[in-house]
C-alpha cells in the first residue's frame, strides 16, 4: 500500500502571508505529484501537478519536487482569504497501479484577515 | 459544456436497501473512478475502470458494485453489505489513466443512512 502522508493541520496564517503546505510518499519510484484544493462540502478541484524535480510556478502557487527526499510541497504566496480549504496531495501509482490516485488526509488551511 | 455530472447531489437510504449513484461524463474521457470521503479523511478508492467493459476493485471495494457498459458512465450500488456506508461520494475520470493524466471531479454525492 502506498502512502501519502501530510501535516494534519490545522494550518493558519493571515492575510498577505505564505502558506506552506508539505507532503511526503512511500514509493521512491512515483513520477507524478498532484495538489487539490477542497471547500467545505465541495468536490476536490485540481490546482497544480508536477513532474519533474525543482519548482513549479503558476500565479500565486509554486510546487516543489524533490525526488530524492519523496518530499513535494505547495506555497501559496500571498494567501487570501478564499484560499481557506483544505489541500489533498496525490501520488499517482506505476506498474499495476497506473492510472490510480493515492490521496493523503489532507491539511486544512485557513487565512485569516 | 463538458463536465462530470453526478446525481443525486442528496440520497438518503434505508438500512437494508441497495442505492445506485450515478455519474456521466461528456469528456471523451476513457478512465472513470470513485471514491469515498468521510469527514476529515483524504479521498478511499472504491472502483475505477480504464476501459468499457473492464474494472479494477480500489482499496475498499467490499459491499459496492459497479458497471462500465458506456464510455460515458459509471454507476456505483452501494449493496446492504457495506456496513457504514453514510459518507461524500465523488466520481472522478481522466483521459486514458496514463502517467500524467490528471483526474477531474464531478460535484459528489452525499448519501446518508437513516
Known amino acids: 500500500q502506498k502512502e501519502v502522508e501530510q501535516n494534519s493541520g490545522p494550518l493558519s496564517v493571515p492575510e498577505g502571508a505564505i502558506a506552506s503546505l508539505n507532503c511526503t510518499y512511500s514509493?521512491?519510484?512515483?513520477?507524478?505529484f498532484f495538489w487539490y484544493r477542497q471547500y467545505s462540502g465541495k468536490s476536490p478541484e485540481l490546482i497544480m501537478f508536477?513532474?519533474?524535480?525543482g519548482d513549479k510556478e503558476d500565479g500565486r502557487f509554486t510546487a516543489q519536487l524533490n525526488k530524492a527526499s519523496q518530499y513535494v510541497s505547495l506555497l501559496i504566496r500571498d494567501s487570501q482569504p478564499s484560499d481557506s480549504a483544505t489541500y489533498l496531495c496525490?501520488?499517482?501509482?506505476?506498474?499495476?497501479?497506473?492510472?490510480?490516485?493515492?490521496f493523503g488526509r489532507g491539511t486544512q488551511l485557513t487565512v485569516w484577515p | 459544456d463538458g463536465g462530470i455530472t453526478q446525481s443525486p447531489k442528496y440520497l438518503f437510504r434505508k438500512e437494508g436497501q441497495n442505492v445506485t449513484l450515478s455519474c456521466e461524463q461528456n469528456?471523451?474521457?476513457?478512465?472513470m473512478y470513485w471514491y469515498r470521503q468521510d469527514p476529515g479523511q483524504g479521498l478511499r478508492l472504491i472502483y475505477y475502470?480504464?476501459?468499457?467493459?473492464?474494472?479494477q476493485k480500489g482499496d475498499i471495494a467490499e459491499g459496492y458494485s459497479v458497471s462500465r457498459e458506456k464510455k460515458e458512465s459509471f454507476p456505483l450500488t452501494v449493496t446492504s453489505a457495506q456496513k457504514n456506508p453514510t459518507a461524500f461520494y465523488l466520481c472522478?475520470?481522466?483521459?486514458?489513466?496514463?502517467?500524467?493524466?490528471?483526474?477531474?471531479f464531478g460535484p459528489g454525492t452525499r448519501l446518508t443512512v437513516l
Open positions: 472522478a475520470s481522466s483521459i486514458e489513466g496514463a502517467s500524467k493524466d490528471t483526474q477531474y
Open positions: 514509493d521512491r519510484g512515483s513520477q507524478s
Open positions: 508536477i513532474y519533474s524535480n
Open positions: 496525490a501520488v499517482k501509482g506505476r506498474g499495476s497501479t497506473l492510472g490510480r490516485l493515492y
Open positions: 469528456l471523451n474521457h476513457d478512465a
Open positions: 475502470s480504464q476501459i468499457v467493459n473492464d474494472f
